[in-house]
C-alpha cells in the first residue's frame, strides 16, 4: 500500500468516526447550551465557557457515538440510516465504541471539576440516559420518545448551571421548550418514516398507538410548547421582541399541528409539520437572542 493511499484511507477512517458523533445535531446542541449560558444570570470566564461548550459537545458526541454502535444493525436496515460507517461496515464497531466510551469518561469529569458539579451530573444524566434507557426502550415501547426528550432538552438548562450553578425555574422553562418541542418533531418523522421504523423493528407511536394517537399527541405538546414559551416573559428571560415571536410563531406552530386532524395526505402533512417545527425552533431562539441583546 503507496503512502497516498494509507492517508486517503486515514482521511476517510476519520471521516466516519466524525460522522458517528453527528456533527450537525451537535452544533444545534451547543447553540442551545450557549444560549443558556447567554441568558443566566451573571457571567462566565471565556476559559469556563469554552470549556463548557467543548465538554458538552462531547456528551453528545459520545451520547450519538455510542448510539450508532447499539444500532448498527438496524440502522442496516432503514434506508436513511443504511450508509452510515458502521451498517455500511466502513469502520470496525469497536472503534465507535472506543471513541464514545473515551469521549464520555473525559466530558462528565472534566464538567464536573472544571464548570461546577451539577453541570457534570446533568452532563451524566444526559449521556446515560440517552444510551442506557433512551436507544434500547425503542425496540420495546413508543414511549421512548418522552425518554429521549429528556436528554435532548438538557442543554440549555447545562448552559444556565454553568453560569449559575444551580437548577432555577427559568433555567427549567428552557428545559421545557425542548422538551416540548421535540415530541411533536419526531412524531412527524415517525409518520412519514413509519415503515422504515416498522422494518428495523422500533416501536413508535403511528405504529404502535395510530395515526390519530400520533397527531393527538403531536397537538398536545405543542400547545404545552407554546404555553411553556409565554412564561419566559414574566420570569425575566425575555421582552416584548421576543413575546411578540412566541405567541406568532406558537400559534403557526399549533395550527399546524391542528391541521393534522383535516389532512386527507398525512404522509405530506407530517413533512409540512417537520419542516413548521424546524422554523419555529430557528424563529424562537433568534427571538430570544437578539432580544437579549
Not at 494509507?6 to 468516526?17: E, G, I, N, P, Y
Not at 469518561?105 to 457534570?120: D, E, I, K, S, W
Not at 428552557?174 to 418523522?189: C, K, R, T
Not at 419566559?232 to 421582541?241: E, I, K, Q, R, S
Request: with cysteine; aromatic share 10%.
Amino acid at each position: 500500500m503507496t503512502v497516498a493511499i494509507r492517508q486517503a484511507t486515514m482521511m476517510l477512517t476519520v471521516r466516519d468516526l466524525i460522522a458517528l458523533t453527528k456533527p450537525r445535531i451537535t452544533m444545534m446542541v451547543l447553540v442551545t447550551a450557549a444560549g443558556g449560558m447567554w441568558l443566566a444570570p451573571g457571567s462566565l470566564g471565556l476559559g469556563s465557557m469554552m470549556v463548557m461548550l467543548l465538554t458538552t459537545g462531547m456528551v453528545v458526541g459520545a451520547a450519538n457515538t455510542l448510539n450508532c454502535y447499539l444500532e448498527r444493525d438496524t440502522d442496516r436496515l432503514m434506508a436513511r440510516t443504511a450508509s452510515r460507517p458502521l451498517p455500511d461496515r466502513r469502520l470496525e464497531p469497536s472503534w465507535a465504541l472506543a471513541l464514545g466510551l473515551v469521549m464520555g469518561l473525559f466530558a462528565v469529569p472534566t464538567l464536573t471539576l472544571a464548570v461546577n458539579p451539577m453541570t457534570g451530573l446533568l452532563g451524566f444524566i444526559a449521556l446515560s440516559s440517552y444510551v442506557a434507557i433512551y436507544t434500547p426502550m425503542k425496540q420495546y415501547t413508543p414511549a421512548a420518545l418522552y425518554v429521549g426528550a429528556v436528554p435532548g432538552a438538557l442543554p440549555p438548562l447545562m448552559g444556565w448551571t454553568a453560569v449559575t450553578g444551580s437548577i432555577d425555574l427559568p433555567g427549567l422553562l428552557l428545559f421545557g421548550i425542548l422538551f416540548f418541542w421535540q415530541i411533536p418533531h419526531f412524531i412527524a418523522i415517525s409518520i412519514f418514516r413509519q415503515e422504515e421504523y416498522e422494518r428495523a423493528g422500533l416501536k413508535v407511536l403511528p405504529s404502535v398507538r395510530g395515526i390519530r394517537a400520533a397527531k393527538v399527541q403531536s397537538a398536545v405538546n405543542a400547545g404545552a410548547l407554546w404555553a411553556v414559551s409565554l412564561l419566559l416573559v414574566p420570569y425575566g428571560l425575555a421582552g416584548g421582541l421576543y413575546l411578540s415571536a412566541a405567541v406568532l410563531l406558537g400559534a403557526y406552530f399549533f395550527g399546524m399541528a391542528l391541521l393534522g386532524f383535516k389532512a386527507e395526505d398525512t404522509q405530506a402533512w407530517s413533512k409540512r409539520f417537520f419542516f413548521a417545527s424546524l422554523i419555529y425552533l430557528t424563529g424562537l431562539f433568534a427571538a430570544l437572542i437578539i432580544d437579549a441583546l
